[in-house]
């Protein structure tokens, strides 16, 4: 079974791709791989709920990119196409740990040092950015 996800914006091979899952939520890196978080938590809810015992994978589609033969749209840890049932629990650690920081009454949210990541945020308008 596969997770299929459509991008309607730019997006490269090279989105598709982390070293590990730490990076996918460190929020001191510049750029995060946010489309391969979405695609692991389909994939999580898919595996969890409703096939336990079916290898689930995950692409992503660049709609700009359909007819670009050399586009990956595989989700990959290095060049290692993603499998949910190897990487289940560590998705899940990750998971539960941004849910956790959300929700944790001594967390606090402050402005992100990458100005450059506000330019399409729906809130930029209440931070004042």
Known sequence: MRVIDYKTGSLDSRD?????????IDPNRKTRNKEIMQALIYGLVLRKKYYPDQPITATIYAILKLNDTSFNPSIRIGKTPMEMSEIEKPAEYLLKKILEGIYSPESRFTQTPFKERCRYCPYNLICLR
Do not use: A, T
Not at 16 to 24: A, Q, T
């Open 16 to 24: 598709l791709s982390c070293n590990d899952f730490e990076s996918l």
